[in-house]
């Protein structure tokens, strides 16, 4: 046998490992990697419910005496302009105060999802338990919070008012900017006014003036139209008021709305309708022209809206409707009876009123024209 000095084995073994070192591997080629792309899904807003039908604005934003008043008294009583949409107008100190919308009982609680600035965009809402949420103001001054359950959502605006002689008894003249004359906000920069006019104002020649205007006609927030307003609904422009105002025409007695665009720099006048019958309340049934709670909100184009609160009765009959005048010299319901979603077409209201066939309580969006003759019923998440 062979034998192998330790020299020769380590020698061999060193040999071993320098081949094994300086073998080469074929490279490999890299490979495009695609990345699998990531598809943002929209988030459904949870639904919000609530029981209430009155709604009171408290917190530190009111007088130290009636902060948290939420019924013993009216002093921070929200204006219902429907079934889910609420205002009101305070003033307000600069600084950062804080809110809540809250019912009579603390059982149904809303704040907005972010800090409120006036002329700012809307804020979502959310339900609470003891928290509130905040107001940043600026400036001094009057505003209004405009609290929407349906839309779910929130938006604080400076106050303005319609002042003039539109309104006023008689057509004498209102220049007092206060809680008779602010103006609602309907959203998107649009402001509206409901006012009667008497018979004795109508009658006056060359019509009744007007105009939109901040609290004590704050430097540049006072308008008026560039012509005469027709009150048929036709689009005029807004400019600033100067010395002579001008006048809204073709009045007869009754209530009228008036819409002010300011993003649009439009103002409309059209008569004002009222949604009425068993869809506001199923058993009993609501007639009543006239009221805030009832009025439809003008859209401009002849077009008017509403959002309300279906509670379903227990009757098996479907609930009837009507859009009348507050006179009721003009009153429409459907052609035949509606189905929600499907648009439908108007008649004459007479003694029967048509029904629309509603399977759940919930929100419903209600939108008619009294030109086109179309209404619909749509229901709301």
Same mark, same amino acid.
């Given at each position: 046998?062979?034998?192998?000095?330790?020299?020769?084995?380590?020698?061999?073994?060193?040999?071993?490992?320098?081949?094994?070192?300086?073998?080469?591997?074929?490279?490999?080629?890299?490979? $495009?990697?695609?990345?699998?792309? /990531?598809?943002?899904? $929209?988030?459904?807003?949870?639904?919000?419910?609530?029981?209430?039908?009155?709604?009171?604005?408290?917190?530190?934003?009111?007088?130290?005496?009636?902060?948290?008043?939420?019924?013993?008294?009216?002093?921070? &009583?929200?204006?219902? &302009?429907?079934?889910?949409?609420?205002?009101?107008?305070?003033? &307000?100190?600069?600084?950062?105060?804080?809110?809540?919308?809250?019912?009579?009982?603390?059982?149904?609680?809303?704040?907005?999802?972010?800090?409120?600035?006036?002329?700012?965009?809307?804020?979502?809402?959310?339900?609470?338990?003891?928290?509130?949420?905040?107001?940043?103001?600026?400036?001094?001054?009057?505003?209004?919070?405009?609290?929407?359950?349906?839309?779910?959502?929130?938006?604080?605006?400076?106050?303005?008012? /319609?002042?003039?002689?539109?309104?006023?008894?008689?057509?004498?003249?209102?220049?007092?900017?206060?809680?008779?004359?602010?103006?609602?906000?309907?959203?998107?920069?649009?402001?509206?006014?409901?006012?009667?006019?008497?018979?004795?104002?109508?009658?006056?020649?060359?019509?009744?003036?007007?105009?939109?205007?901040?609290?004590? +006609?704050?430097?540049?927030?006072?308008?008026?139209?560039?012509?005469?307003?027709?009150?048929?609904?036709?689009?005029?422009?807004?400019?600033?008021?100067?010395?002579?105002?001008?006048?809204?025409?073709?009045?007869?007695?009754?209530?009228?709305?008036?819409?002010?665009?300011?993003?649009?720099?439009?103002?409309?006048?059209?008569?004002?309708?009222?949604?009425?019958?068993?869809?506001?309340?199923?058993?009993?049934?609501?007639?009543?022209?006239?009221?805030?709670?009832?009025?439809?909100?003008?859209?401009?184009?002849?077009?008017?809206?509403?959002?309300?609160?279906?509670?379903?009765?227990?009757?098996?009959?479907? $609930?009837?409707?009507? +859009?009348?005048?507050?006179?009721?010299?003009?009153?429409?319901?459907?052609?035949?009876?509606?189905?929600?979603?499907?648009?439908?077409?108007?008649?004459?209201?007479?003694?029967?009123?048509?029904?629309?066939?509603?399977?759940?309580?919930?929100?419903?969006?209600?939108?008619?024209?009294?030109?086109?003759?179309? /209404?619909?019923?749509?229901? &709301?998440?």
């Amino acid at each position: 046998m062979k034998k192998f000095s330790l020299a020769a084995c380590v020698a061999a073994l060193v040999g071993l490992l320098l081949v094994s070192c300086t073998t080469t591997n074929a490279p490999i080629a890299d490979k $495009p990697v695609t990345a699998t792309p /990531v598809v943002a899904k $929209p988030v459904a807003k949870a639904a919000l419910t609530w029981s209430a039908s009155t709604f009171y604005l408290v917190g530190t934003i009111n007088p130290e005496a009636t902060r948290w008043d939420n019924g013993a008294t009216a002093t921070n &009583l929200m204006t219902k &302009l429907s079934d889910a949409v609420y205002e009101r107008t305070v003033s &307000l100190e600069a600084g950062t105060w804080n809110y809540q919308f809250a019912d009579t009982t603390w059982t149904d609680k809303f704040v907005g999802t972010a800090d409120l600035v006036p002329g700012g965009a809307a804020a979502g809402l959310k339900p609470v338990a003891m928290e509130g949420g905040n107001v940043v103001i600026a400036t001094a001054g009057f505003y209004t919070f405009h609290f929407d359950l349906a839309n779910q959502s929130v938006v604080v605006v400076p106050a303005r008012y /319609v002042v003039g002689a539109f309104g006023s008894a008689g057509g004498k003249g209102s220049w007092t900017t206060d809680a008779a004359s602010v103006a609602t906000y309907a959203g998107n920069g649009v402001y509206e006014k409901t006012y009667t006019v008497d018979a004795a104002a109508a009658a006056l020649a060359g019509g009744l003036s007007f105009q939109f205007t901040g609290n004590g +006609f704050a430097a540049g927030t006072t308008f008026t139209g560039a012509a005469d307003v027709p009150s048929d609904g036709t689009d005029a422009a807004l400019v600033p008021a100067g010395m002579a105002n001008k006048n809204i025409t073709g009045l007869a007695a009754g209530n009228y709305t008036l819409r002010i665009d300011t993003k649009g720099n439009k103002v409309q006048v059209a008569k004002a309708y009222y949604l009425v019958g068993h869809i506001l309340s199923w058993e009993a049934g609501d007639w009543n022209t006239g009221t805030l709670p009832n009025l439809m909100v003008y859209d401009g184009g002849n077009n008017y809206s509403k959002v309300i609160k279906v509670i379903k009765g227990t009757s098996e009959k479907a $609930p009837d409707f009507q +859009f009348a005048t507050s006179d009721w010299a003009t009153a429409w319901t459907g052609a035949k009876a509606l189905a929600v979603g499907t648009e439908g077409k108007l008649a004459a209201a007479h003694m029967a009123n048509e029904s629309v066939a509603i399977a759940a309580t919930g929100s419903y969006l209600v939108t008619f024209n009294p030109v086109a003759l179309t /209404v619909k019923f749509t229901a &709301l998440p």
